[in-house]
């Protein structure tokens, strides 16, 4: 759908596809091969979006629902192109670098969008958010995370690539901007961890 179209999909809330099902299954065996002890209670987290919260069931968890992992909300982006914000923008614009309150307040607005299968979903078009206020929020899933790590538990959230990998960033205490280095691809994990006192990725896009 929208992935596949180009389309910028922050907070509108859009089923997974087909494909995006069998992916998810996928995803569900390699987690689960990874971590043959499971997770446990408590310890999985997902996005209140719905394509977070059927990636997670699909691949055989049972998630409790975590605001803080919801997608980047793009704002005045959400559900158009880059082609479309260009015209519209009337030049060229770009998520990392301008961020959703760089376009203009008059492409704000709510709007149907039609999906393939004719489900009709609600976008909106507000404000969004910066980069560094998703960079603040994320704080909060790493500070549920952080107690049942240091207790011996594995902790698994469930999510979108910009959040996760911006959230990446957050848990290495590096400037958020580094996150557009991290390249995480559809229903594919990683692991954060703890390594002789510092915090570092052990695993990614596996």
């Not at 952080?146 to 848990?171: D, K, N, Q, Y």
Request: net charge negative.
């Amino acid at each position: 759908m929208w992935s596949e179209s180009g389309q910028h999909t922050g907070r509108t809330d859009i089923p997974l596809t087909a494909e995006g099902e069998r992916q998810a299954r996928d995803a569900g065996t390699r987690i689960q091969t990874a971590f043959p002890q499971g997770f446990g209670e408590n310890c999985v987290y997902a996005s209140p979006l719905k394509r977070a919260q059927q990636t997670a069931s699909l691949a055989g968890f049972a998630p409790r629902t975590l605001p803080a992992l919801a997608e980047w909300d793009y704002g005045r982006a959400e559900g158009r192109t880059r082609q479309t914000i260009a015209q519209l923008h009337g030049g060229s614009w770009e998520l990392w670098n301008d961020g959703p309150d760089a376009l203009s307040p008059t492409m704000e607005g709510d709007w149907t969008e039609t999906l393939p299968d004719g489900e009709q979903v609600p976008v909106h078009n507000g404000p969004g958010e910066s980069l560094s206020d998703v960079y603040d929020r994320v704080q909060q899933a790493i500070d549920q995370a952080v107690p049942l790590m240091e207790s011996g538990h594995s902790v698994l959230f469930v999510a979108h690539a910009h959040v996760l990998r911006i959230l990446t960033a957050r848990w290495l205490g590096v400037d958020p901007h580094f996150a557009r280095l991290l390249r995480l691809d559809t229903a594919h994990y990683s692991i954060l961890s703890v390594y002789k006192g510092d915090r570092v990725i052990e695993r990614w896009n596996c």
